[in-house]
């Protein structure tokens, strides 16, 4: 009676106590909501003030000029010395920097606010003039004066004379009256505005703006972010959002202004706005010191009952939809039954395994078809349980237990009967859906090696994470040389980033060979080696695969290529002899959205010539997905690419490729050219595939070349191009120019004597 009496205490003080916990945190964030809107629609105000202002300056200077253009126009007069002193007392009072007319022709008269005429200034292709013709009022964005240091705006209207548009009056303002406006501050004097246009350039900064060129600089934007201000951009209406800038973060409004494609887009940092919040944050501090004399009040009454409770407590920790041990419960039966115990120790496996892509088979036969399938995968272990095994169901699909064995083959064995008992009872259900379940195994033979339960879970999972992708192999056994590999995965991508940023990633160029010309240098392949600050080099096999995996390939890919057009175009600038580079492009790059656009937005950017670049493709793409390739190298060609299958002959479709892909050139497999027991048999093949390249109008290089021998025989078949260590392995880009430079006439490759420098 007396414990529960004491239990209900005990409930009702902390019934009470996370009542009045809740209630002050519902008030703080009632208190911080109610002021983050009104300083919102503060700030909204603010910026609509200033953009009434804006929209008032622009439009009195357009409406005085519109005056003196329905002037100019009744008079018929357009030759300046009939007009020069209409203009310089229409400028007395209004003080335009400067005024003049353009004439039909895109010639202008212009006389500035000091005296000084400027005759005949061309006009012809200027946006303000050619809207101006079409009867537009217009101001023209920032220019530099090419008469002064000064920025001006232009204004211009049209001139009317018999309902003809005969020219355009035009009216040049200092920028900086225009940026004395957005100088005044706005919400409370912490705040600016600046003017930019629909792609989100700016047009006027102000002087209290950070230094950027874009609205996508102002800060660490999401790419959500940056898709969604282009778009309202686009559509020409208001948007406010909010962005993070070394460790600040700060209001943005932008609104369309009356004039061109204009917007005022109008800045202020947060925490100016927000000091009012040191009193919520105190409200805060008191909550928690009260939440903290409750705990502290339950901890010590508590205390006496503690281990009821958690012997109570323990009875429940059951999985909702299996019924089975929940992670918690099995942490703590593990502690008791294995880790506790060391003297009755006997060999067993941690282990831990998930449902390969089980979220695809929720989302295609729904939740409870995924229920029922974890229900079998829980019989399944359920009915092979040995006498002291036991499992869990860690979370969704991810299932961890203990297995007791004496030879690690008995551990196969059982994953195996394990996935056939699945597989025969999921077919059942009629779901034509490959189940497999991936383990990983941390085996303890010998108490020392007992863990705790997360090391031994980590353990278990690097294991299973090592084959996760290896659709062949489906149980591994943990090792040193495992954990290790995943510390190395985990250390390259936690430093490609700041490698990429730091321009870690050096270009390095393997000369190509012309048989043809006396074994000319004609170009060479792109490679990348990750040279460290410390000059440490890591070699590409170290972090091709990770990056492969992980995405991060796109971007080395892009930053590859680009280094590669910018170093052809530095040559190009001071060489006439002709060459041209292959890139790697990889299986992840060329599935993005703006893949031909980027490529060939860089190969404008640093107006490469034609058939100066080349693309290679691995054949394990074309086998893929043959379609979107050959489509995707239709359209590169039009842009001026040679485009290229890598490693031809590695996969099992090789003459369908030289068939169906509008490939220019093919590299032969390096493994072709390895010794071995075969090698009559790989020439033979070697030849033909020439042979037949040859009629297709195919070029080929022959890679990996190693020995002169491998040289003369692939000139004998009429290969074009040989790259191997036979010429020159890899090398710094600045060290092949200077190869380059060195083989004016093919004399360098002559024999295969490379001259010394």
Not at 189 to 205: E, F, K, Q, V
Not at 549 to 576: P, Q
Request: with cysteine; charged share 20%.
């Amino acid at each position: 009676m007396v414990t529960k009496k004491a239990s209900r205490y005990y409930r009702i003080i902390l019934i009470l106590c996370l009542c009045f916990f809740v209630s002050g945190v519902g008030f703080i964030f009632y208190m911080m909501k109610e002021s983050n809107q009104k300083n919102i629609a503060y700030f909204e105000e603010s910026v609509e003030n200033m953009k009434t202002t804006v929209n008032e300056q622009i439009a009195n200077n357009m409406e005085t000029l519109d005056g003196v253009a329905l002037t100019l126009g009744e008079m018929k007069v357009m030759d300046l010395k009939h007009l020069l002193p209409i203009i310089r007392k229409i400028n007395d009072r209004n003080a335009f920097y400067r005024m003049g007319i353009i004439h039909s022709n895109g010639k202008a008269d212009m006389v500035d606010l000091d005296g000084t005429i400027h005759h005949k200034v061309d006009f012809s292709s200027s946006p303000i003039f050619q809207s101006g013709m079409q009867g537009k009022l217009t101001i023209s964005k920032t220019l530099k004066d090419p008469f002064s240091n000064n920025y001006l705006n232009y204004y211009s209207v049209p001139i009317i004379s018999n309902n003809q548009n005969i020219g355009v009056l035009l009216a040049a303002d200092k920028t900086q009256r225009l940026r004395s406006v957005l100088d005044n501050a706005i919400f409370s004097h912490s705040g600016y505005s600046n003017i930019i246009d629909s792609n989100g350039t700016y047009i006027i900064r102000s002087m209290k703006s950070a230094t950027v060129e874009n609205i996508g600089d102002i800060g660490n934007l999401s790419e959500e972010q940056l898709t969604s201000i282009h778009q309202n951009l686009k559509d020409k209406t208001s948007h406010f959002f909010t962005y993070d800038e070394d460790k600040q973060t700060y209001w943005c409004l932008y609104t369309p202004l009356s004039y061109n494609d204009w917007y005022l887009l109008s800045i202020v940092n947060e925490n100016m706005i927000n000091a009012d919040h040191t009193l919520i944050y105190g409200i805060i501090l008191l909550t928690g010191f009260a939440l903290l004399i409750f705990l502290l009040l339950f901890y010590l009454i508590n205390r006496t009952h503690n281990r009821t409770k958690q012997h109570l407590e323990r009875l429940a920790f059951a999985d909702p939809v299996l019924g089975i041990s929940n992670f918690v419960k099995f942490s703590i039966d593990v502690e008791e039954q294995i880790i506790q115990r060391k003297d009755a120790f006997q060999p067993f496996a941690f282990w831990y395994g998930d449902i390969d892509n089980f979220k695809i088979y929720n989302d295609t036969f729904g939740y409870e078809a995924g229920d029922a399938l974890l229900k079998i995968m829980c019989n399944c272990l359920l009915a092979n349980m040995q006498t002291h095994d036991f499992f869990c169901r860690e979370s969704a699909d991810h299932f961890t237990g203990i297995r007791f064995f004496q030879e690690p083959n008995q551990l196969i064995e059982w994953h195996e009967h394990i996935m056939k008992a699945v597989i025969a009872k999921e077919h059942c259900n009629t779901h034509s859906f490959p189940i497999s379940f991936a383990i990983g195994f941390y085996c303890v033979t010998k108490p020392e090696d007992v863990l705790s339960v997360n090391k031994m879970y980590n353990r278990a999972k690097m294991a299973q994470q090592s084959i996760k992708a290896n659709r062949e192999i489906r149980q591994a056994f943990y090792s040193d040389t495992i954990r290790q590999n995943i510390l190395h995965v985990n250390e390259i991508e936690s430093q490609m980033q700041l490698a990429l940023k730091n321009g870690e990633f050096k270009m390095y160029i393997q000369p190509k060979t012309d048989t043809h010309h006396n074994h000319r240098i004609m170009g060479g392949e792109v490679l990348v080696r990750w040279q460290k600050s410390d000059g440490t080099i890591i070699p590409p096999n170290d972090f091709i695969p990770i990056f492969e995996r992980n995405g991060f390939i796109v971007l080395l890919d892009r930053y590859m290529f680009a280094s590669a057009c910018k170093w052809l175009h530095d040559y190009f600038e001071n060489h006439t002899h002709r060459i041209h580079l292959a890139v790697n492009v990889s299986r992840l790059d060329i599935f993005q959205e703006d893949f031909i656009s980027y490529y060939v937005s860089i190969k404008e950017q640093y107006e490469l010539c034609d058939d100066v670049i080349e693309l290679e493709f691995t054949e394990s793409l074309a086998i893929e997905d043959h379609a979107l390739l050959s489509a995707k190298i239709s359209e590169l060609r039009t842009h001026g690419f040679l485009c290229s299958i890598d490693d031809f002959g590695a996969g099992y479709s090789s003459l369908n490729t030289l068939k169906e892909l509008p490939i220019q050139v093919i590299k032969l497999d390096i493994l072709f050219f390895r010794k071995g027991a075969s090698i009559e048999k790989a020439r033979i093949i070697v030849s033909h595939i020439i042979h037949l390249a040859k009629q297709l109008h195919i070029a080929v290089v022959a890679e990996g070349i190693e020995e002169p021998d491998q040289v003369y025989f692939l000139e004998k078949c009429g290969c074009d191009f040989i790259q191997g260590y036979v010429f020159a392995k890899p090398m710094p880009a600045n060290d092949f120019k200077k190869l380059l430079l060195k083989d004016p006439v093919g004399y360098w490759g002559k024999g295969f004597l490379k001259e010394s420098d």
